[in-house]
């Protein structure tokens, strides 16, 4: 998702909106999946063509993959060779994605030699956008060294890959070979497609969520962090092309997104993983709803019941954005750090304090009083500040919305601070 101005009218647009993706169908069990994922690609917005080859219609109706998209299904190369507007290279030459799912062992040996003796692999040839390849085999196949070394091959020339996982295969063997889900492909698409953005080389660490601070074996202090708005941003941040490195408390959500995942309990967890990694990151983006105290002490046993009442003594955890401006230092790796600020009064005030005591390029003033914005909920209200100008009201959005906003912001400032570098004008 991109957001592009027009004086002060924002509009909001999609990675995968009016992009040209391929889908290439080979022949194994797995092609019924990537019915799921062209439907994910057209729903999102992309013009898709589909090419399958001759064994890959034998397991999947091409009827099934026009429905979907609405337009022919290429499985034959000089029947389409008539037709002026989708010659025999030019569905390669316009695609921005190339996917190819599932990419058998044949497959993937044909594209290591540079083979085009059918409409997937000549396309392949002529392709200019990325490629990306879903392989799927036996793993007896897969291990084998001819793949390995046509992996190998495929790898250097810059092809992109996901999978193949572990699981059942169709021998009904269970081993490395499988297809990786639908839905996960379709997120290393949006990952492929990114790859050369303004982020690219980046490496940007996002923290998500909640953090629990335990005093017995299974009671903690936490707080109603979902982890919404830190995946929101790592998934934006990737959709611009950084390596995104996410570290995030416990939620519900799942990985599998083209982020790294690093998962933490407690804010001391989560203050040495974020300085850790500290000096290899570029842009810190700190969403995580962090517990500022946490019990003085830790009953090695379950606290029974017997007393009206009790009290938990409690100690300050370290407050991790300070600890990272004390450590950044002038030439450090880090470029632009953005804290956020959770408030239920005096949002601005609170904040711009907030912004300056924890010496911050960006904050992002986030109401958490209103149902619709804040904790758990898929929508937000925002207020991003600028230690050097007026505060940017953003109207109520999707949180994917506002990370997309947040990190366009990100990038002007990288750009405000490449432009300060000596030697540049
Ligand atoms: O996860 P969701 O359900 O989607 O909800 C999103 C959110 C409301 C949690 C998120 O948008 C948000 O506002 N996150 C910041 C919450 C918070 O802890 O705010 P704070 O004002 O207490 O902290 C200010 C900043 O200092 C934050 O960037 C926080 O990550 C950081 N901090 C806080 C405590 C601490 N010990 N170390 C810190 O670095």
Same mark, same amino acid.
């Given at each position: 998702m991109a957001i592009k101005y027009s004086g002060d009218k924002m509009t909001v647009i999609p990675l995968l909106k009016d992009k040209s993706i391929v889908v290439g169908v080979t022949g194994?069990? !797995? !092609?019924?999946?990537a019915a799921a994922l062209t439907s994910r690609l057209v729903q999102a917005g992309a013009r898709v063509d589909v090419i399958m080859t001759e064994a890959a219609a034998r397991f999947v109706a091409p009827l099934t993959f026009q429905a979907l998209t609405h337009r022919p299904v290429v499985t034959e190369m000089f029947a389409l060779l008539a037709e002026t507007d989708i010659g025999h290279v030019s569905l390669g030459k316009r695609a921005d994605l190339m996917v190819i799912a599932p990419a058998t062992a044949n497959t993937l040996a044909k594209l290591a030699h540079g083979f085009a003796d059918n409409m997937l692999t000549t396309t392949s040839l002529a392709c200019r956008g990325p490629i990306l390849l879903a392989p799927a085999m036996e793993t007896g196949m897969w291990q084998n060294s001819a793949t390995r070394a046509n992996m190998a091959l495929l790898r250097d020339r810059g092809f992109y890959f996901i999978g193949p996982e572990k699981g059942r295969l169709a021998s009904s063997d269970t081993g490395t070979g499988r297809m990786a889900e639908p839905n996960d492909i379709f997120e290393a698409c949006r990952w492929s497609l990114a790859r050369k953005g303004p982020l690219a080389g980046k490496h940007v660490l996002v923290t998500a969520g909640c953090t629990w601070e335990p005093f017995d074996p299974v009671r903690f202090i936490g707080n109603r962090s979902s982890g919404k708005m830190g995946f929101a941003l790592a998934a934006a941040g990737r959709d611009q092309g950084a390596e995104v490195t996410r570290i995030h408390g416990p939620t519900a959500r799942t990985a599998g997104d083209g982020v790294r995942c690093q998962a933490i309990q407690t804010a001391r967890q989560m203050h040495d993983a974020v300085l850790d990694i500290i000096s290899t990151t570029d842009v810190l983006l700190m969403a995580a709803a962090v517990g500022d105290y946490r019990p003085a002490s830790f009953a090695g046993q379950k606290i029974k019941k017997g007393q009206d009442s009790r009290s938990v003594e409690l100690a300050p955890n370290p407050d991790i954005l300070k600890a990272v401006a004390k450590q950044?230092? /002038? *030439? =450090? @790796?880090? @470029?632009v750090v953005v804290g956020f600020a959770a408030e239920t009064e005096d949002l601005l005030e609170n904040a711009r304090k907030k912004l300056d005591q924890k010496k911050l390029d960006l904050i992002v003033a986030n109401d &958490? =009083? !209103? /149902?619709? =914005? *804040?904790?758990? &909920?898929d929508t937000n209200r925002v207020n991003i500040l600028d230690p050097q100008s007026e505060p940017v009201t953003l109207p109520l959005l999707s949180k994917d919305e506002v990370a997309a906003n947040i990190i366009q912001r990100v990038i002007v400032k990288l750009e405000e601070k490449a432009g300060d570098q000596p030697g540049k004008d």
């Open positions: 194994g069990i !797995a !092609a019924y999946k950044n230092k /002038p *030439g =450090s @790796q880090l @470029q &958490v =009083s !209103a /149902p619709d =914005s *804040g904790f758990k &909920v």
